[in-house]
């Protein structure tokens, strides 16, 4: 059953045109020129109940503003959404029930106050029964271990666990749905690692429906099965993740270290020559080629140390964002 | 209506809370309305001759002493400060986090205010419970039990009205993107408007006519000459009649720019 099911969903911005200097603005004030920028181009997509979905693109590809359409704080130009089976822009009470938002650079919680305050503000507006509440809560003090987090000042906590307490406020009314826009931004790896185990936990428990975006790799690979990649307002690929290096898993990476220096004519002549940083040279040859090539370089280049690697996801990614592989 | 008057009582309290956190800001800010009195008690005593029983207009030396302590008084109870919140909410974005939850931006903002000032409030009105005593035994000016009660009546429509008149003008964040000095602007306009620098006597009669049909006399001057007894008692009905059309005016136009504002934003985006 599809819990969010978007269907050519748009939005664009107007703008003003701004150049610099005095005589510019000046002119501004008198006649501006607008400029609409189309963020999100007529994107489709469907999420099954429990399905926890990557949302990836490089900034400004238009990922927050779909996500902010769909918690309803947002209203599209044209095409349709429905979450819950509700039209989120129409803020329905029912629905704003049972979503939540955790955005990593926005704060819900009152920073002067313990977050346990803003705990107990959210147990009112959510109308949750004081038992029902004891009983989340202490569940997820359990869980996120911030038993002692709860009686000091927000602001006297550090960003990873502020950023913990935040998801912990977001969850308290057990959302069928839950929409994170970089929840894991500015935090160590070790905070990073905490909050992606929390979020697979929620999902296998709960059963609750994620959408997260990140810029961090390492969050997309550890929680999502799913991934839609998005681009200048478009999507480029939705489908398995395993599927993003599919195309690329029919090529490896070559990494040569010399004993001495080679220049980089020399390198040039070779296929799948990619970059010469200091002694070391990386290539990208096919995998039937491999053996072939690794011989050559072995015989022809002062070669002390070879390794031969899958190409990193992010080069996957990188591909389909510059089109350059089919789309999932 | 358990859980709305949950929610509310909740906003309330965090205000509150938040309040108390910060303890020596709330004491500097009742110090610092020490000061207008004193000014305008020097400048009005160098005005009156001394021992003349001369009026100016139309109040004798004690009256305009106990108008300036009372409408001083009056103007911290109702004073906001919210709009700044609001602001920062509609340019930051910081709305969002609101819009996607069950419970209304107004109320949550009136009531966490509420909480914010209770403590400020709570003082006050022991200022004003002495000032009623000086009134009645120093001043010789008699305040009535009925008097009274229409003066607390008057203070929750003073509030409801500037609470409204402010939430207008924070508004204006929906399509200004640097207001702070509005704020500014608007609230020396406004307290002037409503008397609580001077009485709108003053001004003239031309003048006091026009002030006295707007909505912002209400704020100040209806109150503190409800509790002075200068507002004859057949009057006062009209007045208070007035002021609910204001509310009432006001909050539609409340209504008009938050759906209007909302749009904008939620178009704009953050």
Redo the contacts between chains.
């Keep these: 059953m599809a819990i969010i099911e978007v269907d050519r969903l748009s939005r664009s911005?107007r703008y003003y045109e701004k150049q610099g200097g005095l005589g510019a603005s000046l002119r501004n004030l008198v006649a501006r020129r607008t400029l609409v920028r189309e963020a999100v181009k007529g994107i489709s997509f469907s999420i099954g109940e429990g399905e926890v979905v990557g949302f990836l693109g490089p900034n400004g590809a238009g990922k927050t503003?779909t996500l902010?359409m769909l918690?309803?704080?947002?209203?599209p130009t044209s095409g349709a959404a429905h979450v819950l089976g509700h039209v989120p822009?129409q803020?329905k009470?029912d629905l704003?029930?049972r979503?939540?938002?955790v955005?990593g650079q926005?704060s819900?919680l009152?920073p002067?106050?313990p977050a346990v305050?803003?705990f107990?503000?959210?147990?009112?507006?959510?109308?949750i029964e004081r038992a029902e509440y004891s009983r989340v809560l202490g569940e997820l003090v359990e869980l996120f271990d911030i038993g002692g987090l709860l009686p000091v000042?927000v602001r006297r906590l550090s960003l990873g666990e502020r950023m913990k307490l935040e998801i912990v406020a977001a969850l308290l009314h057990k959302p069928r749905v839950l929409f994170l826009d970089e929840p894991t931004i500015g935090l160590d790896l070790l905070s990073q690692r905490t909050i992606r185990d929390l979020v697979r936990t929620l999902n296998q428990r709960y059963r609750t429906t994620v959408m997260l975006t990140s810029h961090y790799l390492s969050d997309i690979e550890d929680l999502c099965e799913r991934v839609i990649l998005i681009n200048r307002g478009t999507i480029v690929y939705d489908g398995p993740l395993t599927g993003v290096n599919a195309t690329l898993a029919e090529r490896k990476t070559v990494r040569l270290v010399f004993s001495a220096p080679v220049a980089q004519d020399v390198l040039s002549q070779y296929t799948g020559y990619q970059s010469l940083d200091g002694l070391t040279a990386s290539f990208e040859v096919e995998r039937s080629e491999v053996r072939a090539f690794s011989r050559k370089v072995l015989d022809d280049l002062p070669v002390v140390d070879l390794t031969i690697e899958e190409i990193p996801l992010e080069e996957g990614i990188a591909a389909l964002y510059r089109g350059e592989l089919p789309r999932g | 209506m358990g859980d709305v008057a949950a929610k509310y009582g909740r906003s309330f309290s965090i205000g509150l809370r938040g309040a108390i956190e910060y303890r020596l800001n709330f004491a500097f800010s009742i110090l610092s309305a020490v000061s207008p009195v004193v000014i305008q008690t020097a400048l009005w005593t160098s005005l009156y001759s001394p021992g003349s029983g001369e009026t100016l207009f139309g109040f004798t030396y004690a009256q305009m002493i106990a108008y300036t302590v009372v409408a001083n008084l009056v103007s911290r109870l109702v004073r906001t400060g919210f709009e700044y919140e609001l602001n920062t909410d509609i340019r930051t974005g910081g709305l969002d986090r609101y819009l996607v939850k069950p419970i209304g931006y107004f109320g949550f903002r009136l009531f966490v205010f509420l909480g914010t000032k209770s403590t400020q409030t709570g003082l006050t009105l022991v200022l004003l419970a002495i000032a009623t005593w000086v009134l009645n035994a120093v001043l010789g000016i008699p305040v009535s039990v009925a008097a009274a009660f229409a003066f607390a009546a008057s203070l929750v429509v003073a509030f409801l009205l500037n609470f409204l008149i402010f939430w207008c003008v924070g508004m204006a964040g929906f399509w200004l993107t640097e207001i702070g000095f509005l704020f500014e602007a608007a609230r020396i306009v406004i307290i002037t408007a409503s008397g609580g620098i001077f009485p709108l006597a003053v001004f003239g009669p031309t003048a006091q006519a026009a002030l006295n049909m707007l909505p912002f006399r209400f704020t100040i001057q209806f109150p503190t000459e409800l509790l002075c007894g200068r507002i004859p008692t057949g009057q006062i009905a009209a007045d208070f009649a007035l002021s609910f059309v204001w509310i009432g005016v006001l909050t539609a136009l409340a209504r008009a720019l938050w759906s209007a504002g909302i749009r904008r934003f939620a178009a704009v985006g953050s």
């Design positions: 911005f503003t902010k918690a309803g704080i947002m209203h822009w803020r009470k704003r029930m979503i939540a938002i955005m926005r819900q009152w002067d106050l305050e803003s107990e503000l959210n147990r009112a507006i959510y109308e000042q």
